[in-house]
């Protein structure tokens, strides 16, 4: 008989959530002792899930991933979910789910890193599946049979970006936005094909006015260069996460490292610890709100750890507008006008119902250019009518990519992060709490050379190379994982 426990380190008991999604009643069941695997049982729901197949034609997904520690050891791994071809993997889903299992191919992988759970069918509402169960090959992971381990599970809400064309670069904005050659009008991205980059040919992808902050591009419109196939170029269909990471999902991140990993990662000491049964766990101050004051490498930590990886800055353009073609100086909901919700007066702040006093509803865009970060999802909560529009969302539904805090982005201002072939996370950091191994150097993680961030306009490069390497209480974190 194999023994086993398992436990959810959090501050706020029985369940891990970014905005409103939970994991519960997590259990170890069906030990299959000749295959050395066991069957990590749960239940997991959120709030406002959907599946189309028309217009967007898209989904809401959880991208799960499971973290183990064998006891006494206050060390904790990453769990290899079975892994065969990504859908027939002996995991099972209740009805109308379905589980997509995800490796990192790169890496000749055989097993899976997480899933993605989402719906089988259209529909739209909230979603309470029971009785979800993971195959866990613990015997790949070094654990014997009669080996007493806890075990964590994770969930992150995630939006399905299809395959297919779309623009970058507005037409008019300037602050160095992309277009084709010098003719200031949008590039069409319509494969993951090499692009060259500069020069005044419409074919090519260059930059208006070559000013993005603190660095301009090595490509303008006498000086070129080429952009590799393996770039990713959003072309292909993505996840991307529907919120910016959570001050309790980068908490529940810091419970499962080790003290000095702990050290690194705690930026700026924002959130706190405990300890009970010798384990520690971490506090969030407001456990709701948007995660700030990050720099590079906490960004590339987080993900590594998650399984996921940065978002490239033609990825954010495509998660934004959708294939639609640009608007001058548009935001995220897909119109230029914008209000700045901090000049809105807040209710049950820092609480999990954290809302505007009143109802927005004023037809327009919103933003929060300010600190401190809101809740995430704010928006959707506080909006009269629930369009694309007034809950600030953007084309395929995700949230807050023109505000709250800023997005970091993998840049094609230099050749270092131009190199990224697109590496996902294995789930493992290094001792000292950095992006380890292949995703140390495919994600520029080591001094941030390549990347930037966005905020607000969505084709606005203006700090898109800053290439900062300091903490910033805007500075946040959003992943994402290309669909396979």
């Keep these: 008989m194999k023994f086993l426990s398992f436990t959810l380190f959090l501050c706020l008991p029985f369940f891990l959530f970014s905005n409103n999604i939970q994991i519960e009643n997590v259990s170890l069941t069906g030990q299959n002792t000749s295959d050395d695997y066991y069957m990590i049982e749960f239940d997991i729901s959120w709030e406002n899930s959907w599946r189309t197949s028309t217009f967007e034609s898209n989904w809401d997904a959880a991208w799960v991933f499971v973290k183990f520690s064998p006891r006494g050891q206050n060390d904790w791994h990453h769990a290899a979910l079975h892994y065969v071809d990504g859908f027939n993997d002996g995991h099972i889903a209740p009805a109308g789910a379905t589980i997509h299992t995800m490796a990192n191919s790169y890496a000749n992988q055989t097993e899976g890193v997480g899933v993605m759970i989402y719906r089988n069918n259209d529909g739209i509402g909230d979603i309470g599946w029971q009785q979800v169960q993971l195959r866990w090959d613990y015997g790949v992971d070094g654990i014997a049979d009669d080996q007493v381990v806890e075990i964590s599970a994770f969930a992150i809400e995630m939006v399905y970006v299809p395959q297919g064309a779309f623009y970058v670069g507005d037409g008019d904005s300037g602050q160095g936005n992309f277009e084709a050659g010098n003719t200031g009008q949008a590039f069409l991205i319509s494969s993951e094909n090499s692009i060259t980059l500069g020069g005044t040919n419409p074919s090519h992808l260059s930059n208006h006015d070559n000013r993005n902050g603190s660095g301009n591009d090595d490509f303008d419109y006498s000086t070129s260069t080429i952009l590799p196939a393996a770039f990713p170029k959003g072309f292909d269909a993505f996840y991307c996460m529907k919120y910016e990471a959570s001050q309790q999902q980068y908490a529940n991140f810091l419970s499962h490292l ?184 495919d994600w520029a993680s080591a001094l941030s050379i390549g990347a930037g961030w966005r905020q607000a306009i969505v084709s606005n490069r203006y700090f898109s190379g800053s290439n900062d390497t300091d903490r910033h209480v805007k500075y946040g974190i959003r992943g994402v994982r290309t669909a396979q």
Excluded at 321 to 347: C, H, K, M, Q, T
Excluded at 403 to 416: D, M, V
């Design 258 to 441: 080790s003290g000095d990993q702990r050290t690194q990662r705690n930026a700026k000491g924002t959130i706190n610890f405990g300890i009970e049964d010798g384990l520690n766990y971490a506090i969030a101050e407001y456990p709701w709100r948007a995660m700030g004051n990050m720099d590079w490498k906490d960004i590339a930590a987080y993900l590594d750890w998650s399984g996921l990886r940065p978002m490239t800055e033609l990825e954010y353009e495509k998660a934004c507008r959708g294939p639609l073609d640009p608007i001058p100086f548009e935001y995220a909901w897909g119109s230029n006008g914008v209000i700045n919700a901090g000049d809105f007066p807040l209710e049950n702040e820092g609480s999990p119902n954290e809302i505007f006093s009143t109802n927005l509803g004023l037809s327009v865009g919103y933003c929060n250019y300010g600190t401190p970060l809101m809740r995430c999802g704010i928006f959707a909560a506080s909006a009269l009518n629930k369009t694309r529009l007034e809950t600030s969302a953007s084309y395929w539904g995700i949230m807050e990519l023109s505000g709250n805090a800023y997005e970091f982005t993998l840049s094609l201002n230099h050749w270092t992060s131009r190199n990224s072939q697109g590496y996902h996370g294995d789930g493992e950091i290094s001792s000292n709490g950095e992006a380890s191994g292949q995703m140390y150097t």
